[in-house]
């Protein structure tokens, strides 16, 4: 049975650096046997979380708001492993990703002591600068938090413009990930 990856792209570049992560993260993956569907966040309509607590009532739409996020949900619950992908903004994630990371909670109120689904995680970033501390500390609390397993990031530091990370050595990295998760950690 094929693993299932959700990779969330919280960059506003679909051919930047960010993304050229996280396609070769999908290259590992797809050529080890595993499901990789990519929603590029910028390119959707996602409102942010109204913090109503009205979510939980409906499993097919967890969400009061409809919009795009009607086209995660079902990819996310389904997954094994959840790809966050994001360029280093302010020393973290980016806007679109925290935003639709935030309205996965509607899955969590679906059950009655607001569980997150247990899954797998890796994170990929790139950054102009090297400034990851906070965002990996964040996202390590994140995780332990929400329950689930780090498999492994990749940070991409001195990539500024588009195709800057051309050469670089996490190309690979990220490929050699997206190939390992093919491996079943168990859960």
């Known amino acids: ?11 506003p570049r679909p051919k930047g650096n960010t993304s050229a992560l996280v396609e070769e993260f999908a290259r590992g993956a797809r050529e080890n046997g595993c499901e990789v569907e990519i929603f590029l966040l910028d390119k959707m309509n996602i409102h942010g979380c109204k913090g109503c607590f009205g979510g939980g009532k409906n499993p097919e739409h967890p969400c009061v708001q ?9 990819v996310y619950k389904a997954a094994d492993v959840v790809v966050l992908a994001t360029p280093l903004y302010y020393w973290t994630f ?19 002591n607001y569980a997150n689904p247990k899954k797998e995680s890796v994170l990929l970033m790139a950054a102009e600068g090297y400034g990851f501390d906070d965002a990996l500390q964040y996202y390590q609390n994140l995780m332990k938090h929400l ?6 990031h ?8 588009v195709g800057d990370i051309k050469g670089h050595k996490e190309l690979n990295e990220a490929y050699e990930l997206g190939k390992t998760i093919a491996k079943d950690n168990g859960l």
């Not at 409809?66 to 079902?74: H, L, T």
């Open 1 to 11: 049975m094929s693993r299932k990856i959700v990779v969330l792209n919280g960059s």
């Open 66 to 74: 409809r919009d795009d996020m009607d086209k995660i949900y079902p």
């Open 94 to 112: 980016s806007g679109q990703l925290r935003t639709a990371f935030d309205r996965l909670f509607a899955v969590a109120e679906c059950n009655s």
């Open 154 to 161: 990749v940070l991409a530091g001195g990539v500024f413009k």
């Open 147 to 152: 329950g689930w397993t780090e498999r492994g």
